[in-house]
């Protein structure tokens, strides 16, 4: 099945999703129900995983300021399922990655300029906004402990 071998020449080259993977064979002329059944093949043989794919792009993606809340907006739009995503920033996303990209992220707050200072000169209204970010209370709590933010 040629749709299958270049199914395969795609993986071999990066991960894939099977959002991606379909985009990509029915942009080069193969036909839909034809596409459905290799990636339901590939799926099956594991040669594609939607949460295998999350995890390795969020860990390509390491440095980046991006938030968890940023992260599943940027699966999402990749065709990963909230559930993969959701589990695929929870195993990147440990104690001290989090707490990590929690500062550069304040950081990038920081050389946002005028608009962003409100949270900043806040503690509390920054603590909300990391809430709503996605960051978790733990991080939160620890970012404000360890740089001596006040309420």
């Given at each position: 099945m040629r749709a299958e071998k270049t199914a395969l020449r795609l993986i071999a080259r990066a991960e894939q999703c099977q959002a991606g993977l379909t985009r990509k064979l029915e942009r080069r002329g193969y036909e839909p129900a034809c596409v459905r059944a290799v990636i339901s093949r590939l799926t099956?043989?594991?040669?594609?995983?939607?949460?295998?794919?999350?995890?390795l792009w969020l860990e390509s993606r390491s440095h980046l300021t991006r938030s968890p809340r940023q992260m599943l907006v940027s699966l999402s739009s990749r065709g990963i399922d909230r559930d993969d995503a959701t589990a695929a920033i929870k195993a990147v996303?440990?104690?001290?990655?989090?707490?990590?990209?929690?500062?550069?992220?304040?950081?990038?707050?920081?050389?946002?300029?005028?608009?962003?200072?409100?949270?900043?000169?806040?503690?509390?209204?920054?603590?909300y906004l990391l809430k709503s970010e996605g960051f978790s209370v733990l991080a939160i709590q620890q970012y404000f402990e360890v740089y001596c933010h006040k309420e």
């Open positions: 099956e043989m594991q040669l594609v995983d939607d949460g295998r794919f999350a995890r996303l440990n104690e001290e990655n989090e707490l990590s990209l929690l500062m550069r992220y304040v950081e990038k707050l920081n050389k946002s300029g005028k608009s962003k200072q409100k949270y900043l000169d806040d503690g509390r209204s920054l603590k």
